[in-house]
């Protein structure tokens, strides 16, 4: 299947800094991308999602100025976790639609987040 | 989309066949039904996905009900590394793409 990365893989930072993960499609363009939330012990959550060249769209009870997503290229999305604290630490991955193909969503490794 | 119900957790034997149900009473007729699975601290892995008939590929089948409101993954032969998290999810294959998430059955494979 396509692949999908994510970098990095793991993250520890300080409470009050900003994070960026990186999200990108290997060998296809992906028209769209997703972000997730999975805490421990639960099931994925959707954050956003994000349209190439478009702003992100994204879900109730997700604050847009605290994650601030990109999708500046049909190959690469970025989430961007401002003024991190340590109720953010959570493991984040992405997924992108290969809008070339039969429209199948193929997900990253995931980043898992800490905040000190 | 509609919801989806799962067993929490599942035991299987190791070589034996894992059948994991899926209810979906309240599919409409053009939503499709996907299986995903996600082995701990991975992202989910696509399986296989389907409309109305059976569909096989080398990970696994699914077979649908007639009435679609159900289905059934089979993994013919289980083995420890499909011990993961399995998702069914039921998605129109147009439209806003999202995939959303209920809370999966744990299958366990037993050596």
């Known amino acids: 299947g396509a692949v999908v990365s994510q970098h990095p893989s793991w993250v520890i930072c300080k409470s009050g800094t900003s994070v960026k993960i990186e999200c990108r499609s290997l060998?296809?363009?992906?028209?769209?991308m997703f972000w997730y939330r999975q805490f421990p012990k639960q099931s994925l959550m959707l954050m956003a999602t994000?349209?190439?060249?478009?702003?992100?769209?994204?879900e109730q009870g997700v604050e847009k100025d605290k994650f601030l997503i990109n999708h500046a290229s049909l190959t690469l999305s970025t989430l961007t976790v401002t003024s991190a604290h340590p109720e953010d630490s959570s493991f984040y991955i992405c997924?992108?639609?290969?809008?070339?193909?039969?429209?199948?969503?193929?997900f990253g490794p995931g980043t898992r987040l800490t905040v000190l | 989309d509609a919801k989806t119900t799962q067993p929490p957790s599942m035991d299987c034997a190791e070589g034996r066949a894992a059948n994991l149900p899926c209810n979906h009473s309240?599919?409409?007729?053009?939503?499709?039904v996907y299986w995903y699975r996600q082995i701990h601290s991975q992202g989910p892995q696509y399986i296989i996905h389907?409309?109305?008939n059976n569909e096989t590929n080398e990970m696994a089948s699914l077979i649908i009900t007639e009435d679609r409101k159900s289905s059934t993954l089979i993994l013919p032969h289980a083995t420890l590394r499909d011990t993961a998290v399995y998702y069914c999810?039921?998605?129109?294959?147009?439209?806003?793409?999202?995939?959303?998430f209920g809370k999966g059955t744990k299958l366990s494979v037993i050596p």
């Open positions: 997924s992108a639609r290969n809008g070339g193909g039969n429209n199948e969503q193929f």
């Open positions: 060998d296809f363009q992906a028209t769209t």
């Open positions: 309240t599919i409409s007729g053009n939503e499709y």
């Open positions: 389907g409309l109305k």
């Open positions: 999810i039921v998605r129109a294959q147009a439209g806003s793409y999202q995939l959303t």
């Open positions: 994000s349209n190439e060249g478009s702003k992100a769209t994204y």
